[in-house]
């Protein structure tokens, strides 16, 4: 009986021991509002730590399993279309959900000529033209949200 000594799901993830449909395996979760048991494996429920462990007879296996939540949707909350050479703009973006552990963003300028961003997404226009800026999940989801800019000379 051998489980590995810790294994990384994300939520929704369905985790499948090799031991699973061996007959008189006795499964227990540590931790139930974070893990299911379903017909095909353990389901991560929520984003935690739990301890799975696996009887058979006088040997047991313990795994602890970290569940972790990925952003699932980013989208820009304030936006500009247009700014002026020398303006500064701070957008905002929504990374979703709350429960995801970790909710940065990194950010791009298609053109810094244009336009630069910085690394907290304060956008500063430099000459008339257009660039799209993009914030991308840092959390190894690979998500982004663009927002089109055109800047104009004052």
């Known amino acids: 009986l051998a489980l590995p000594p810790t294994i ?10 090799e031991q699973f449909a061996v007959s008189g395996v006795a499964w227990t979760l540590s931790r139930v509002e974070l ?3 379903t017909p095909y494996g353990f389901k991560a429920l929520l984003p935690g ?19 972790t939540q990925f952003v699932s949707s ?8 247009t700014m002026t050479v020398g303006e500064t703009f701070l957008p905002t973006v929504s990374c979703l959900p709350l429960t995801a552990e970790n909710r940065r963003v990194a950010w ?12 907290i997404g304060l956008i500063t226009a430099h000459t008339s033209g257009k ?3 993009t914030a991308t999940t ?3 989801s690979e998500l982004s949200a663009q927002m089109p800019l055109t800047v104009t000379a004052q």
Request: proline residues 3%; contains cysteine; negative net charge.
């Open 8 to 17: 990384e799901l994300s939520v929704g993830v369905t985790y499948t021991p």
């Open 35 to 37: 893990m299911e048991q």
């Open 49 to 67: 730590t739990l301890t799975l462990t696996a009887q058979l007879h006088d040997q047991t296996a313990v795994c602890f399993v970290h569940i």
């Open 74 to 81: 980013i989208s820009f909350v304030s936006t500009k279309d």
């Open 108 to 119: 791009h300028s298609s053109d810094p000529q244009v336009a630069s961003v910085n690394e």
């Open 131 to 133: 660039t799209i800026i």
């Open 138 to 140: 840092t959390d190894g």
